[in-house]
Antibody, heavy 121, light 107 residues
Framework: EVQLLESGGGLVQPGGSLRLSCAASRFTFSRYAMSWVRQAPGKGLEWVSVINDSGGTTYYADSVKGRFTISRDNSKNTLYLQMNSLRGEDTAVYYC??????????????WGQGALVTVSS | EIVLTQSPGTLSLSPGERATLSCRASQSVGSNSLAWYQQKPGQAPRLLIYGASSRATGIPDRFSGSGSGTDFTLTISRLEPEDFAVYHCQQYGGSLSFGGGTKVEIQ
């Protein structure tokens, strides 16, 4: 079955940076769009960003636009999220999630277990 | 941006009962592009329904989705003990967005 494993979470000070990774296996990674979705403690889900199968098209939520960058390395079957200028409101569990096809902007048929990012001084 | 409102916030029911969860959109969701997810404490969400009414692989037929336009419903025909969880709706007809969730708890 599809496996998605996030890494790179942790504690960071406000204004700092962090890069999350999501290692994908057991499916042909390069054929599918991928997203990051986050969940603040005790809150609902918030879509963050999506990248299409080739990496040539990306979209961002307004709350992270200009601060976060999504990317992928299809040769390594890995998705990334570079997070800069972090704020307290970015504290959340970050999930990587697989789209059902190559174009961005669909639903999510598989999810990783999540990586906790805590922004605090 | 399409805003999704889920109701009720919490649903208290007993095993064997029927659960009806609502997801209302601030504007029409194109092509019935609505999905439902189940999330248990400490776990990632799991896809239940996509396209408003299509069950995902491996999802029991006690789960069903319906609706169109701005009003969508997830129905669990007879609650099993493992169904007590939080349920999220998501629209993908425009810029992606989620509802606030409905918690189904044991009465």
């Amino acid at each position: 079955e599809v496996q998605l494993l996030e890494s790179g979470g942790g504690l960071v000070q406000p204004g700092g940076s962090l890069r999350l990774s999501c290692a994908a296996s057991r499916f042909t990674f390069s054929r599918y769009a991928m997203s990051w979705v986050r969940q603040a403690p005790g809150k609902g889900l918030e879509w963050v960003s999506v990248i299409n199968d080739s990496g040539g098209t990306t979209y961002y939520a307004d709350s992270v636009k200009g601060r976060f960058t999504i990317s992928r390395d299809n040769s390594k079957n890995t998705l990334y999220l570079q997070m800069n200028s972090l704020r307290g409101e970015d504290t959340a569990v970050y999930y990587c999630a697989k789209d059902p096809d190559g174009g961005p902007g669909g639903y999510f048929d598989y999810w990783g277990q999540g990586a906790l990012v805590t922004v605090s001084s | 941006e399409i805003v999704l409102t889920q109701s009720p916030g919490t649903l208290s029911l007993s095993p064997g009962e029927r659960a009806t969860l609502s997801c209302r959109a601030s504007q029409s969701v194109g092509s019935n592009s609505l999905a439902w997810y189940q999330q248990k404490p400490g776990q990632a969400p799991r896809l239940l329904i996509y396209g408003a009414s299509s069950r995902a692989t491996g999802i029991p037929d006690r789960f069903s989705g319906s609706g169109s336009g701005t009003d969508f419903t997830l129905t669990i025909s007879r609650l099993e003990p493992e169904d007590f969880a939080v349920y999220h709706c998501q629209q993908y007809g425009g810029s992606l967005s989620f509802g606030g969730g409905t918690k189904v708890e044991i009465q």
